[in-house]
């Protein structure tokens, strides 16, 4: 059975004043400059307006790391980067905006109550004179042709059947944990996730759960999106968010799919497939591994390396090595990369494949030296054994 070994453990970025996550992104380049984008915020709030996304590089195999370059700013989530073939470096991040309580029911037209729900304005920012709310405006992908230093307008992902906008002028109101995925000819793809209102979840129920995933593409290098189809639709008893996707070496996709559940210990991984380029998918299937959000990456070997957070005690990065076609999950030897966090305030790891075959993970993470009290930036260096 294929196995995988960790060679080291990295600090990327670590400033006890920031909180650094969830959702670092790191791509390698063919002179070996390894640049990873992370967001960073003086609080813990996900979509708090004060965030910051911040690149930093290093040249000597992340053994010294570069200040942290700002390159995008306000109600921003994880960062998500990708190289193309041609060296355009392709960020995509989801986004929100701050509104009022009176301007969005104003716009939407809606109850009063509907404001606690997504799409909407659901989050309570800062009472302070007024009450200002968050504003779903879903995700989008900038373009660099010069390492991260300069970059293009925001190019937003139009809405696709199903998902209106949470308000006039936005695009819909989609979540994004996934980079680009630039298939064998040339179409950039990537996963989207949105609760389901008006189709199968019931709008008056502020405590509705109900989320499917859907395939973006693009044909112009990113500059604009299209739906291509639905990967997961909820299920009975199951409904999906967070997904990445890989293409295998037949021209398949595989969809790595995190459920939405309120108990953590149903926190498996789902795997769906398609064999028409994302237009269409198998039902979307449970497997043994558990933890949540899963990253591929294809190995030297052409075998996936699949990395997941580790989101209960031990608290941690794992992974596996599966088959090239993503196959043989279930039955590939778990490899505990760290179990020496603090706390569940973890995870969310993306890889890239260095020039030497091994694989730079990055992720954010909390230790348990001082409680998980800090959120900072960590990598560690794989490679198949």
């Not at 298939?183 to 189709?199: E, K, N």
């Not at 968010?241 to 210990?265: C, H, K, M, W």
Request: hydrophobic fraction near 35%; charged fraction near 25%; aromatic fraction near 10%.
């Amino acid at each position: 059975m294929a196995s995988l070994r960790k060679i080291r453990d990295i600090d990327v970025y670590r400033d006890e004043t920031w909180y650094c996550g969830p959702g670092p992104s790191v791509v390698v380049y063919p002179d070996d400059e390894i640049v990873v984008a992370f967001r960073r915020s003086r609080t813990a709030g996900h979509g708090h307006p004060a965030v910051e996304a911040c690149i930093v590089r290093s040249s000597d195999g992340g053994g010294s790391w570069s200040e942290p370059e700002v390159f995008d700013s306000g109600p921003i989530r994880n960062q998500n980067l990708t190289l193309l073939r041609d060296g355009t470096l392709v960020a995509a991040m989801p986004s929100s905006d701050l509104i009022t309580r009176e301007v969005y029911e104003s716009l939407a037209g809606r109850p009063d109550k509907s404001v606690r729900e997504y799409p909407g304005a659901e989050r309570v920012i800062a009472p302070d004179q007024q009450t200002y709310y968050l504003a779903e405006r879903g995700p989008y992908v900038r373009l660099s042709t010069d390492r991260g230093r300069t970059w293009t307008q925001r190019h937003y992902v139009e809405s696709a059947p199903g998902w209106d906008p949470t308000l006039p002028g936005f695009s819909a109101p989609f979540g994004l944990r996934a980079r680009v995925i630039e298939m064998s000819d040339g179409t950039l793809v990537f996963p989207i996730h949105s609760r389901d209102l008006g189709r199968n979840a019931d709008p008056d129920d502020p405590d509705n759960r109900i989320y499917s995933v859907a395939l973006m593409a693009s044909e112009d290098g990113g500059r604009t999106w299209s739906f291509r189809g639905t990967i997961a639709p909820p299920q009975a008893g199951s409904h999906f968010n967070e997904t990445e996707v890989i293409e295998t070496p037949s021209g398949n996709l595989a969809a790595f799919i995190r459920p939405t559940f309120d108990q953590n210990e149903r926190m498996f991984l789902y795997t769906a497939v398609s064999q028409d380029k994302g237009v269409t998918w198998s039902a979307a299937r449970k497997r043994s591994v558990w933890g949540y959000p899963a990253s591929p990456l294809r190995m030297p070997s052409g075998r996936t390396l699949l990395t997941y957070g580790y989101r209960r005690p031990e608290w941690g990065i794992r992974a596996i090595l599966a088959d090239q076609e993503c196959a043989d999950i279930d039955d590939a030897e778990e490899l505990v990369v760290r179990g020496d966090g603090g706390g569940r305030d973890l995870g969310y790891p993306q890889a890239w494949l260095m020039n030497d075959g091994r694989a730079f993970v990055s992720y954010y993470f909390n230790h348990q030296s001082d409680g998980g009290a800090v959120r900072y930036i960590c990598a560690s260096i794989l490679e198949e054994a």
